[in-house]
Every structure is written in C-alpha cells, then in structure tokens.
C-alpha cells in the first residue's frame, strides 16, 4: 500500500537504528534511506549478537527497553529463550547479593542463585569456584537479520527507498529544507536523520555542525565448540560480574567475548589478536573448558553518547537536522521504541504515551543536553 505522504525525509544510515525509524515514518513521509556500503546492517547492525534483556544499560534505557519488549515478541523477532547469568566469585557474596537486590526491584523474575543451582545451569563452573549468581530467565536471543528484513521491507511496500552503495558528502540549509549532496548526486528533504553509527559525528560535520562526544567503541567476538557431548541449549547468557568476558551459545556452538569496549574512531572493526586470546584465557580459568584456537574472530563498533543514553531529537542550531545515535550495546532492544519516539517527535507530537508512563522524555534523549553542558563554564 503507497503511503500518502506530507513530508520528505532522508535517513542517512541502513543499520537498525535508521530502518527502525524509516519504517516508523513509513504512513506519513515519504521515506528514503542511504546506506554508504553496498548492504544494509554491514557494520554493528550487521555483526550483534543480540540479547533482549531488561536488566542491561541505565535506567532510561532499561524502560526504552521495556516499551519493546510487545513489538519484539508480537514481530517474531525472538530467536530463542536464552536467559542472563551474572557469574559471582568467591568473595563476590555482598556484590551478587546487592545486584540481585536492584535488578529484582527492576525485573520481578530475577532469582538469587546458589553456586549449586548456577552449577547445574552451566556445569562448565565449578561449586567451588563460584558464590552463586543473578539470572534473568525472561531474556532472549533476537533474530537481528529477521529484524532488519522486516524494517527494509515494511518501508519497500509503502513505496519508501534503500539507496545502498552511496556515500553522504555534504548537507546543506536549502530554503524550509535541507540538501544532501552524495556520491550518485544531490537529494533534498524537509527533515535529514543522522542515523550513521560510529559516524553520527562525522555525518554531523557533513552539515557544519560539531559532533555531540558519541565515541565508537570497538568489541571483539569469536566462535569455539562446546565441550563433547555437552548439551549446551539451554545455555544462558554467562557474563561475569566483573564484565571480564562472557559466552552464549549460538547455533551449536558458543560465541565468547572479552566484553571489551576499546575507543575507536569509525572504521571497519577488525578483530585484535591480543583481545581474542585474553578473552580464551579469562573463560577457561572460570570454567573448564579448554578452547584453544577459536574461529571465526570478529569484531563490531558500539558507539555511546558521554551519558550512555541514546540521543534522538532535532538539532537546534541547523532545522530539520534529526539526531538518532548513540544507542550502543543496545540497538536490538531499543530500537522498535526509539523509531516510535523519534515519528512521533518529527511529527510534533509528544513522546508515546506507555513509554512515557516509564519515565522517557524527549529533553532526556534531546540532542540539546550535551549542546548545554558544553556551553556551561
């Protein structure tokens, strides 16, 4: 079904968190998305290992989260049942004890385990190394290639466009609107979303604007097989309370990870070997798996915001100029609510109503906050 649209809108950026929001727009503007490489989800969208969990980042976003939570269930978009660990040590009693406290306040069917009971969920760790740990039963693996079809898709059957292969040069005022200069020829639109990833800041100075602070950071993932003859399905998310590494399974092997996050500039991450054989090292002196070489290492930009909350809203020192970055480790789960948000703020519209009875408000995601900070002697 064609949308009848009022307004046109530009996208620059073909990760989650642009498709999220092109699909959003998709009833009333006339959407069009321009990726710079040749496909759409290529860089951190393309290389997530994503977990629905609605313990994970701070409080604003914990309750972005929870407004998700429906859309992602009702869109088929979990993949699996996977549940969250929080590993304590010996010695870490009054750590895990204080952890279960706050996230049980936050999600009601967080448990306190026992080493014995976080054993038998995960025997790869001893009873004896361990004081027990928080779990999350309700977490879940999210299907992130089947996420990003159904953004592209939703938006290709309203009539909105996916330019992929072309690259933002410049962005200028023209009028009530903005130009987008690219390498295929020039666009215009009377709103252009900065939706690039680790390059928000770059595509910012596009326009003549200085950047916000949001920092790529780098991560570094590989692949290893499980133990023989172990059955790992039922596997949660194993990350240690010191966020010195975790491990999930994924498809009959487990993805492991130094949980690192490296200052980046924006770039195509790859990998560092030193990073993959201090996360081998971490896992097996926690368990007793023994990984040896690992396959398949890869690597992905996180970018933050300098308060680890997304930014999404208007630029006030260039109109039309719509920011939505910085959403981290946490696009997957976000994203399907910040995308609603986002509409509904181009539209002039207040923040949707279940997302605001959770404590979000558009000046807490506003661009403008860092804007006044830095002005601030």
Not at 13 to 24: H, N, P, W
């Amino acid at each position: 079904m064609q949308s009848n649209p009022s307004k046109k809108i530009i996208v620059i950026g073909g990760g989650i968190a642009g498709l999220s929001l092109a699909a959003a727009m998709r009833d009333w503007a006339e959407v069009t998305v321009i990726e710079r490489e040749p496909h759409l989800g290529y860089h951190a969208s393309g290389r997530s290992a994503a977990l629905f969990t609605e313990t994970y980042g701070n409080r604003l976003v914990r309750a972005l989260t929870l407004a998700s939570r429906q859309a992602i269930v009702e869109g088929g978009f979990v993949a699996h049942q996977r549940g969250a660990l929080h590993v304590g040590w010996k010695g870490d009693d009054a750590a895990i004890d204080r952890l279960a406290g706050e996230l049980q306040a936050l999600v009601p069917s967080v448990r306190r385990l026992s080493a014995a009971e976080l054993h038998a969920l995960v025997p790869v760790i001893a009873i004896e190394a361990t004081c027990g740990g928080v779990y999350e039963p309700d977490a879940v693996d999210v299907d992130t290639g089947k996420m990003l079809a159904a953004c592209a898709s939703a938006l290709k059957a309203s009539g909105g466009t996916i330019r992929t292969g072309e690259e933002v040069r410049a962005i200028s005022a023209l009028g009530d609107g903005l130009r987008v200069e690219t390498s295929a020829g020039a666009h215009t639109a009377d709103i252009v979303v900065n939706a690039a990833g680790a390059w928000v800041d770059v595509v910012a100075g596009m326009a003549g604007l200085p950047g916000l602070g949001l920092r790529p950071k780098r991560r570094t993932a590989f692949l290893f097989d499980p133990p023989a003859a172990t059955d790992i399905a039922g596997w949660p998310l194993v990350v240690d309370l010191h966020e010195q590494f975790y491990f999930k399974p994924d498809a009959g092997r487990l993805i492991g990870s130094l949980a690192d996050e490296t200052d980046s500039e924006p770039c195509d991450a790859y990998p560092e070997d030193i990073d993959v054989a201090i996360a081998v090292d971490r896992i097996e002196q926690a368990t007793s798996m023994r990984i040896g070489r690992p396959s398949t290492p890869w690597a992905g930009l996180r970018t933050f915001a300098p308060d680890r909350t997304p930014v999404a809203g208007f630029d006030p020192r260039l109109p039309g100029f719509f920011w939505l970055g910085g959403q981290g480790g946490y696009g997957f789960q976000v994203s399907l609510t910040l995308a609603r948000l986002s509409s509904a703020l181009m539209r002039g519209e207040p923040v949707p109503e279940d997302v605001a009875a959770l404590g979000v408000t558009a000046a807490a995601l506003a661009p403008d906050r860092f804007l006044t900070r830095s002005a601030t002697p």
